[in-house]
């Protein structure tokens, strides 16, 4: 059975920074893809970063290019997001994912090709 927990979400104002973390249970951890999404209040999910588990290939949204970050430690079995420049359109309750698929050979940003998801991690950006 696989578990995934994040942490890091709070509130900061424009500008500032937040890391969010998912530590994952369960076996082979860095065989699968994993990933951010959000949601925010009204809208769809929206796919936000993820990291192949390679570790080394990373996908964005554009409107986080160049802002976040997302790496992973397989020793921890943790993937992370690195947020920096928040911007009050970043509020939303931010989700990690793990790929149904083990070593897929790409990213993927469709949410139905993720089989497990955390519970959501609260983050709200103020002007």
């Known amino acids: 059975q696989v578990q995934l927990e994040e942490s890091g979400g709070g509130l900061v104002q424009a500008g500032g920074s937040l890391t969010l973390a998912c530590v994952a249970s369960g076996r082979d951890f860095s065989t699968y893809v994993m990933s951010w999404f959000r949601q925010a209040p009204g809208k769809e999910r929206q796919f936000v970063a993820g990291v192949h588990w390679n570790a080394y290939t990373t996908l964005y949204a554009d409107s986080v290019k160049g802002r976040f970050i997302i790496s992973r430690d397989g020793n921890k079995n943790t993937v992370y997001l690195q947020m920096t420049s928040l911007k009050p359109e970043d509020t939303a309750v931010y989700y990690c994912?793990?790929?149904?698929?083990?070593?897929?050979?790409?990213?993927?940003?469709?949410?139905?090709?993720?089989?497990?998801w955390g519970q959501g991690t609260q983050v709200t950006v103020s002007s």
């Open positions: 994912a793990r790929d149904s698929t083990k070593t897929r050979g790409a990213l993927v940003s469709d949410g139905y090709e993720y089989a497990y």
